[in-house]
Nanobody
């Protein structure tokens, strides 16, 4: 009932910038939070940045000062601006969306993941 799609990954040189985007669609009645996670080779999936329904943002210590969630997000979308990229930022970046959707006369909880987008930082 809810689909999450990421886009914008790619190859960038160290020190470069990249912007990834996430869009949620479907019978969404409310969104409680959206977040970007990443999973590098041999690593567990980790939280990178998150946005709550109240507008608060949280960032992993490893990306503070370099990654930003812009405040101009359209409804049900979440962008992540990544600056000063490092090789250790190389990973598959996943978007997660939590909220409620409308189905059969009821509002039901959901937590959906996208398929991921590859970000590679290399010279």
């Amino acid at each position: 009932q809810v689909r999450v799609v990421e886009s914008g990954g790619g190859l960038v040189q160290p020190g470069g910038s990249l912007r990834v985007s996430c869009a949620a669609s479907g019978s969404i009645s409310s969104i409680n939070g959206m977040g970007w996670y990443r999973q590098g080779p041999g690593n567990q999936r980790e939280l990178v940045a998150a946005l709550t329904s109240g507008g608060r943002t949280n960032y992993a210590d490893s990306v503070k000062g370099r990654f930003t969630i812009p405040r101009d997000n359209a409804k049900n979308t979440l962008n992540l601006q990544m600056n000063s990229l490092k090789p250790e930022d190389t990973a598959v970046y996943y978007c997660n969306v939590d909220g409620t959707y409308y189905s059969g006369g009821y509002h039901k909880l959901f937590s959906s993941w996208g398929q991921g987008t590859q970000v590679t930082v290399s010279s």
